[in-house]
């Protein structure tokens, strides 16, 4: 204990300010789509199909930019729309729209419901838990198992509970933890039996193509084992190159069933003349193919590689040895999710802050903010320096061994 | 009758294939814009506060185009709000959040309400009624009068119903027919008693900037004017650079009090992480600065008000000395409207589409796209060429004088 506390007055007075909270590319990272911010050019600003892109129209997105996305989403082109610069906006857009107008296989507005609950795997990704929180859409909480959500939890409360309208889910990668959908998982997902005949998977596929290691890991389609299986028409499949170009300037999709794709039409049609075409055109000459975005991501990874190597290698030479904290290692994805003693992952971040490290406040990756064993922290490498990953981490490791040590402290004492 | 059944024939013969529907910008006005297709270029990226404007955040939009764009749409910089590529998008955003979420003064949400109604000033946008449409929002049409809407008609209808909740206006160069609303209109639409406590203007001032003559029209800040009358949250500002520079690629903007600004941030934090601070960017190194904006303007009157003088010099010599149409004669906009006689109207663009030229549908300019006297056509002459409006307008004065001449035979045979 006084050991511990003394690091941590060592570390208060080096007045260190630093930030691993949210999941933002580095500065290099946005430098390699530098070509982006002079294109199109004036030359040419026609489409394939010869419309010029700085004029209005083309509800859907340009062709050949859904064209070269359509794999790596797993949506067919015909069916994935290219639209506004953020998929939270297209999901959002959706909640708001099944609560104003029948989803397809519905009998009523989820407005018009007395209670609407989602699903929500845990832990997971803030800004998901928010739309439902603003919209009054009660949250259920399901553990994650290291191949996706319990399944017998799942999908015994679907089965049961008309209410249950939704279900938010990162498949690939996931914010926070790395979690893959094990093709088991998404194959009872895409057969179970749902008491809500409008019942939707918000199947957010932010990490399609976003790997940190040589394994390019790949998942079933979700919109295949759903048609497979007879529910054609359960997922929403939601992507974007905020991550991969520019984050906030690139360009968002979404993807669905014939079904699903006209309901979204008909809201479209009144909502907007037509998406940034010529940002989507900045993209195609940008990619100019699918193995341009392979090739892109290959880049990013070799930026993104040593900063989460950093991560491991500071939790493994200052925690690993004390058995005190658990962190994934994630095949992909923007973050590491860290495990603290349960109960002391609040007081990290508070030390943390103090002491000039800025972390994810903790239970943000829950439901309401409420992480019920206050452990998880979620880390997120990717803005800083490498050296700078590496301080920061050593400087959580010092707030973790001294929450820690007050709580084990605590315990003796009472 | 016979004259007109044979210049028709031989127009029908001709097979033209002209366009007059929508108010697009043609090539050469959005030529103007040409330097904004290689910017920001790779040099420099950041804001004026430094924010490197390709990364996440900023939800309010870049200030400096805040700065820019306040002075024409008559918001202060630091209520109006810079985001997505289209007003449209804004404006529907705005009703559909009235729907779920209560508006300052409001005592519950509008989709709790058993009606909601808006009042329409006739003729007017189509996209506005076609956001009331989709909602189940019921249309009070209210007859323009060449300062704006009949304020008798509207004060009293919104004093006596608070099922009333908003109006739509377009207050300057108000598309179809060129409206401008006089400072007594804006007073009187500021100071009116409303029965809903949550009653919104919905100010759509797309055209703020849009001169067609060396008059440069100004309209009362309505901002200004529901503060000065004790109700400031009274109106929403829309504003955009579509037809300022590429259209479905631009800025929109949205402006209002602080209490309604901060009622929309509630909105956008959980619908976006920020708007296309890039795209912002690019827009301020193309402007500089408002004089930017209106020198910019000047360039696109040079090429409008040629279309525009086609336009009422066919109308002049091939209508005028037969006295069955009267039309409009902008100051600024993107519209002619002509008035056929009662009953004509959709006969007129029957003929024309026959014979080739797409004209807007009859009715558009109304509520549920009809006009009770079927007799006003929307004219859009600025994207064709200005010979392609002589021979367009030509066309469809052909096509006037035909129906005119069935409808009296009609009337003379029954």
């Not at 290219?82 to 906006?89: F, P, R, V």
């Not at 959500?149 to 279900?167: C, H, Q, R």
């Not at 979700?222 to 690139?250: H, M, Q, Y």
Request: net charge negative; glycine share 10%.
């Amino acid at each position: 204990m006084e050991a511990a506390r003394k690091e941590y007055a060592e570390l208060r007075a080096r007045g260190l300010s630093l930030d691993l909270t949210r999941g933002k590319p580095s500065p290099e990272q946005l430098d390699l789509a530098g070509d982006l911010l002079s294109l199109p050019g004036g030359g040419d600003v026609k489409a394939a199909d010869g419309t010029d892109t700085r004029n209005y129209g083309g509800l859907l997105g340009l062709p050949e930019l859904r064209e070269i996305f359509a794999g790596p989403l797993q949506v067919p082109a015909g069916q994935l729309l290219a639209l506004g610069n953020a998929s939270l906006t297209l999901m959002h857009d959706n909640v708001v729209q099944a609560l104003l107008s029948v989803v397809p296989g519905g009998e009523r507005r989820w407005a018009d419901e007395p209670r609407v609950r989602f699903v929500c795997p845990v832990p997971g990704y803030d800004r998901h838990f928010g739309v439902c929180e603003r919209y009054g859409i009660d949250m259920v909480p399901v553990p994650l198992t290291g191949e996706g959500p319990d399944m017998d939890v799942v999908e015994e409360l679907v089965a049961s509970d008309p209410t249950i309208k939704g279900m938010w889910c990162v498949p690939k990668y996931s914010n926070p933890t790395g979690e893959v959908y094990s093709d088991e998982t998404v194959r009872r997902l895409a057969a179970m039996r749902t008491a809500a005949p409008d019942f939707r998977l918000f199947w957010d596929n932010a990490y399609a193509v976003h790997h940190l290691t040589g394994e390019r890991v790949e998942i079933l389609s979700i919109l295949d084992a759903c048609a497979e299986a007879g529910n054609p028409d359960r997922a929403f499949v939601f992507g974007s190159t905020s991550k991969i170009t520019t984050a906030g300037s690139g360009v968002a999709f979404v993807g669905s069933s014939p079904a699903n794709v006209a309901w979204m039409k008909e809201r479209l049609l009144k909502q907007t003349i037509g998406p940034d075409k010529v940002n989507q055109l900045r993209h195609v000459r940008f990619f100019r193919d699918t193995d341009g975005v392979t090739a892109h991501m290959e880049r990013h990874r070799a930026l993104l590689e040593p900063r989460f190597a950093a991560v491991y290698e500071v939790l493994e030479s200052e925690l690993g040895p004390l058995g005190i904290a658990e962190w994934t290692r994630p095949k992909g994805g923007y973050f590491v999710s860290l495990d603290v003693p349960d109960g002391c992952a609040s007081e990290v971040v508070r030390l943390a802050k103090e002491a000039g490290i800025a972390l994810t406040p903790a239970g943000a990756a829950f439901p309401y903010g409420k992480d019920p064993r206050d452990r998880e922290i979620r880390l997120a490498p990717s803005f800083p320096s490498v050296e700078e990953v590496r301080e920061a981490m050593r400087a959580v490791a010092v707030c973790v061994r001294l929450a820690a040590a007050e709580q084990e402290a605590a315990g003796t004492a009472g």
